[in-house]
């Protein structure tokens, strides 16, 4: 079994704190969900997991198996077994999908050790068939003119081809079909088990319909407010945000601009 533990970690970017102590700790075998209003800092806790340059983590700490993530380079810590689906998947043109993908293999598998491309050939059409993703996907270029729910489905196939310890999936269902949200949950799915955990970011209920989570947690204002079951993914696509707000007594956080008494 393997573990990351996040432990009062703040974030800032460009000066200004994002993350406000952020405490979460996900074993593998689990699949964990977090929920929360927009621009409460989701996005931004799966760069500074993944080790984006633009956050800077102020203080706090993230470890794999006691390992400190903070002190690695981002591809030491994909290295490491971790892995970002992002919100938004950049395109990058001249790098073929399957080029891409067998280099991120080999840098993980190290040299001397790199995967036959017959037996990457095979495991990438078996996947790709998987997905039903059709073959002529592998041979372009990263992201390069795909459609939303193509670019979320490959970052899947990525997924399941790199098999990372950790899982991080930003916003994976947003912009897909129906058919589309089954096949990707079928992939996500097909991962769980003991050498696999991950963390679903989504706003909707609808995903968690698919992959069931070990455990959901509510992100507020720069921090994990509130966790449960499946059962809290439910209230809150029932009655959405100000019952926990309420609750745990948050305020808005809007400037105080003096016009409202
Ligand atoms: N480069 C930046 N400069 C200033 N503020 C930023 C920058 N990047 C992100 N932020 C701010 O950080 C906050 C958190 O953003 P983040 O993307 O983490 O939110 P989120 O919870 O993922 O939201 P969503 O549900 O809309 O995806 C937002 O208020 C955003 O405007
Ligand atoms: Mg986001």
Request: hydrophobic share 35%; proline share 2%.
């Amino acid at each position: 079994m393997s573990t990351l533990v996040i432990k009062d970690l703040h974030v800032e970017i460009e000066g200004k704190e994002i993350l406000k102590g952020v405490n979460l700790s996900l074993n593998t075998n689990e699949v964990h969900a977090i929920m929360g209003p927009n621009g409460t800092g989701k996005s931004t806790l799966a760069s500074a997991i993944m080790g984006h340059p633009k956050y800077e983590v102020t203080s706090g700490s993230i470890t794999l198996d006691g390992e400190d993530v903070l002190a690695m380079e981002v591809d030491e810590r994909a290295k490491a077994g971790l892995f970002l689906a992002m919100q938004y998947p950049s395109e990058i043109s001249g790098v073929t999908n399957a080029d891409f993908m067998r280099s991120a293999i080999n840098a993980k598998r190290g040299e001397g050790n790199e995967i036959s491309l017959m037996k990457f050939i095979r495991e990438l059409d078996e996947k790709m068939d998987y997905l039903e993703m059709p073959e002529e996907m592998g041979q372009r270029y990263l992201n390069e003119g795909f459609s939303g729910g193509e670019k979320k489905r490959n970052e899947i196939l990525q997924l399941m081809m790199l098999k990372p310890k950790f899982g991080i999936l930003d916003e994976i269902d947003s912009g897909l079909d129906i058919d589309a949200l089954k096949v990707v949950s079928k992939g996500i799915n097909a991962m769980r088990g003991e050498g696999f955990g991950c963390l679903m970011i989504t706003h909707y209920q609808r995903l968690l319909n698919y992959i069931t989570p070990d455990h959901v947690h509510v992100m507020m204002q720069g921090r994990v407010v509130k966790s449960g079951g499946e059962e809290l993914a439910q209230k809150l696509e029932a009655e959405g945000y100000d019952w926990v707000k309420q609750e745990l007594g948050i305020e808005d956080e809007e400037e105080t601009t003096g016009q409202e008494a």
